[in-house]
Structure formats: structure tokens, C-alpha cells
């Protein structure tokens, strides 16, 4: 499977939830509608596991913070570069890219771009 995945992790005040799920969602449809082939955003859920090292650790997270854990799948990396570049130059993006409209701290976030090492999908997943 030849694809190309943005991952990112970010600590979100728990507070703003409703603004990330709004954000995101209208993100989402930018990304799905220049051709990303998948895109998730997920909550933390199960972090406090014994003798590893848990993404609240890995975030930076506060008392009032919990961790979003997202990636966006590309057919490749250089459909990554042209979409990315598309949904900067929509204007559904504008709103969403002013600093003082986002629900988290830019700042905090990590980010990457990934190539898979290894891939097994069972079923459709979008059943989700």
C-alpha cells in the first residue's frame, strides 16, 4: 500500500471540545473534498496505562486538558503537497486558520508526515 499519512497530537482544553468537533469536522470536508482518502480525529479515551509512556505525558497536557490524536491518509506524498496546498487556498479554511479561532494552542501541537512500515485492514472501517 503506497500511502502518505499526516499524524498530529495535541493537547485541547476540555472546555473547547465543542469548538475542536466543529473545527474539525468542517476541516475534515476540506481535506475529504480535495481528495484525501481517510481523515480521523480521536479523543483520548484509555491513557493512564502502567509502564508506558502516556500521550497526556506526550502532549504536555494539563488538569483541564485532554489529548486528540488525529492523521489524515494520502494515496502519496505528493498528493499530500497538492491537497495540503489546495485546502490552505480554500476559503472554507480562511475562518478556521486565524489564530485566535482555534480552540487549542498551535504551538502545542506535534505533527508529521508518515509512510507506513506496516499495514493490515480487516473490513470496512467505514462502518464508524
Known amino acids: 500500500m503506497n500511502v502518505y499519512i499526516d499524524g498530529f497530537l495535541l ?51 494539563t488538569a483541564d486538558e485532554t489529548v486528540v490524536f488525529s492523521w489524515i491518509v494520502f494515496a502519496s506524498r505528493a498528493d499530500r503537497d497538492r491537497i495540503n496546498a489546495a485546502v490552505l487556498a480554500d476559503p472554507r479554511m480562511q475562518p478556521l486558520m486565524q489564530v485566535e479561532a482555534m480552540p487549542f494552542d498551535c504551538g502545542r501541537m506535534a505533527y508529521g508526515g508518515f509512510t507506513p512500515l506496516v499495514v493490515m485492514e480487516q473490513g470496512n472501517l467505514n462502518r464508524i
Open 11 to 61: 493537547p485541547l482544553p476540555s472546555a473547547s471540545l465543542a469548538a475542536y468537533r466543529a473545527t474539525a469536522g468542517l476541516a475534515g470536508e476540506v481535506w475529504m473534498s480535495h481528495g484525501a482518502l481517510a481523515y480521523w480525529e480521536c479523543l483520548a479515551d484509555d491513557l493512564d496505562v502502567e509502564g508506558v509512556r502516556s500521550f497526556r505525558v506526550a502532549a504536555d497536557c
